[in-house]
C-alpha cells in the first residue's frame, strides 16, 4: 500500500477519535479537532490523482470553517 | 521522496495529529494544528500537485485566522 495512503487513514482515525472524544467539551475545542480527520481525508485523496477534487475540498472545508465560526459567535452573543 | 524524509515528514504529521488531540489548552491545539499542516504539505508538493499545495498553503492559515477569532472572544 501507499506510504500516503497508510499515514492519511492513521491521521483520520486519530482525528475522528479526538472529535468524538473532546477532552475540554467545548465547541472550540471541537472544531479545532475537526482539522484533523480533514488533512487526513485529504492525504486519502491525494492518493487517487486528482488535483481538482483536492482544490474543491479545500476551499470548501476552510468556507465550511468561515461559517461555523460565525454561527459560534453569533449563538454566544445570543445567549 | 526519499525515504528518509518520508518517514521524517510522516512523524511530523502524525505527531502534530497527536498533539492537537491532546493538548487542552486552545491556543496549543492551534500551534499543533501548524505542526499537522507542516508535515503535510511536503507529501503534497511531492505528488508534483504545486497548484494544490499553494492552495493549501494560503487557506489553511485564513482558516486558523477564524479560528482564533473565536478563541479570543471565548478566553476573554
Known amino acids: ?79 | 521522496m526519499i525515504v528518509a524524509l518520508e518517514v521524517a515528514f510522516g512523524l511530523v504529521a502524525l505527531l502534530g495529529a497527536v498533539s492537537t488531540a491532546l493538548v487542552r489548552d486552545s491556543y496549543g491545539k492551534v500551534i499543533s494544528l501548524g505542526i499537522l499542516v507542516a508535515g503535510i504539505v511536503p507529501f503534497i508538493v511531492d505528488r508534483g500537485y504545486l497548484d494544490v499545495a499553494i492552495a493549501v498553503s494560503l487557506i489553511a492559515p485564513i482558516a486558523t485566522i477564524f479560528i482564533l477569532m473565536v478563541v479570543r472572544r471565548e478566553q476573554a
Open chain 1, 1 to 79: 500500500m501507499n506510504a500516503v495512503f497508510v499515514l492519511g487513514l492513521a491521521i483520520l482515525v486519530i482525528g475522528v477519535l479526538s472529535v468524538a472524544f473532546v477532552r475540554p467539551k467545548t465547541y472550540v475545542a471541537r472544531l479545532i479537532n475537526l482539522e484533523i480527520p480533514a488533512w487526513g481525508l485529504l492525504l486519502v485523496m491525494l492518493a487517487y490523482d486528482e488535483a481538482l477534487a483536492l482544490l474543491t475540498f479545500v476551499a470548501v472545508t476552510a468556507i465550511s470553517t468561515f461559517v461555523i465560526v460565525r454561527l459560534m459567535e453569533w449563538r454566544d452573543a445570543s445567549c
